[in-house]
């Protein structure tokens, strides 16, 4: 398949007064044209610091992208000036922040703030731009756009508002979009329609859509493929299917296990501990000390990845075939 984005390698720190930190450690993923890739993990693990890379958005100072590429259609991102790329930033790659309540201007009209950015890349007139926004608010289900393009945000409900902002962010037709916990401020109804949304528009637009979430309910719903992140690192990548029926790292199988379930009978199972502190991260596995599984060598030496199927990898000892010997030896011998 024909990859739009890969990026290899991406280091991004932060200097405040109490040091550097080491927000994203060496992050590997690619998403394929026209597929949806999720990032899933606990918060502070370093997803959205992933994809602000991503869009150029990282604050420097105190933010760095410290190494690593990012290439977009085989461009470097990451070596673009912000002239050039404020040009891909909306037209090419679009993205929608966390927070509908807050994305929106409140003292500008819906249809002032989804013209803005079609004519600003474009160059065409307010009678077309408008025709370009009464067509957005159609695609994603907003009724009597005419009326809706003269109000201002404070008449929409949060639901309504997170349609406005999945519109701005398709009007200039970009061929990727990063959608940061889009459903996170919403009630379970209004998560499903805007769930059902983004499979509708990925139907008629062929976009290509990277979700940032903690919520394996949405990632089960519209994902193609999952990369599991916790402490800055990709720990675990592979297809919805192998992710949530094959998980092979113990901080996947604890994400899942920590998911609530009708059909079961047994307590939930919480991750005990906390995360590494990033300051000063650990040598080995971030997750070895709160992994049931951690052996010696785990605090000592990152894991080498070990690739389980062409889409599936995990960087965890247990899948290093030395590794799987010996526990299998100690096992025998006990």
């Known amino acids: 398949m024909e990859k739009i ?18 927000a994203v450690r060496g992050v590997d993923f690619h998403l394929n044209k026209g597929e949806t890739l999720a990032i899933v993990g606990e918060s502070g693990c370093g997803k959205s610091v992933t994809v602000n890379a991503v869009m150029g958005l990282i604050p420097n100072p105190p933010g760095k992208i410290t190494g690593g590429r990012i290439l977009f259609k085989n461009k ?3 070596r673009l000036r912000e002239k050039k790329m404020r040009a891909i930033r909306g037209v090419d790659i679009s993205m929608i922040f966390q927070d509908p309540m807050t994305a929106l201007n409140p003292t500008l009209t819906i249809g002032t703030q989804l013209k803005e950015g079609v004519k600003q890349h474009h160059r065409i007139s307010d009678k077309e731009a408008e025709k370009r926004a009464l067509e957005m608010l159609q695609l994603v289900g907003i009724p009597n756009p005419e009326e809706r393009l003269k109000q201002y945000p404070h008449q929409f409900s ?13 009007i200039c037709e970009p061929e990727l979009l990063i959608a940061d916990e889009p459903t996170t401020a919403l009630d379970v109804t209004i998560q499903a329609q805007i769930l059902e949304l983004f499979e ?23 994902a193609d493929r999952v990369a599991v992140m916790y402490a800055g690192k990709i720990i675990e990548t592979g297809t919805k299917r192998e992710v949530f029926y094959n998980p092979k790292h113990p901080y996947t199988k604890g994400l899942l296990h920590s998911v609530p379930r009708l059909d079961a009978k047994e307590k939930l199972q919480p991750i005990e501990g906390t995360p590494p502190d ?3 991260p650990p040598r080995g596995c971030p997750f070895t000390a709160r992994c049931p599984f951690a052996m010696e060598v785990c605090d000592k030496v990152y894991p080498k990845t070990a690739r389980l199927s062409d889409s599936h990898v995990v960087d965890c000892w ?8 010996l526990l299998a030896a100690t096992a025998k011998n006990k």
Do not use: C, P, W
Request: hydrophobic residues 45%; glycine residues 8%.
């Open 5 to 22: 984005l890969e990026v290899h390698n991406l280091h991004v720190t932060f200097t405040t007064y109490g040091g550097t930190v080491q």
């Open 76 to 78: 470097d991102l990451t």
């Open 158 to 170: 949060g639901g309504m508002r997170q349609r406005i902002v999945i519109a701005i962010a398709l």
């Open 200 to 222: 509708k528009i990925q139907e008629v637009t062929g976009i290509s859509i990277i979700l940032i979430t903690h919520d394996l309910g949405v990632v089960a719903k519209i």
């Open 278 to 280: 990033l300051f000063s």
């Open 318 to 325: 247990l899948q290093d075939v030395r590794a799987k010997k």
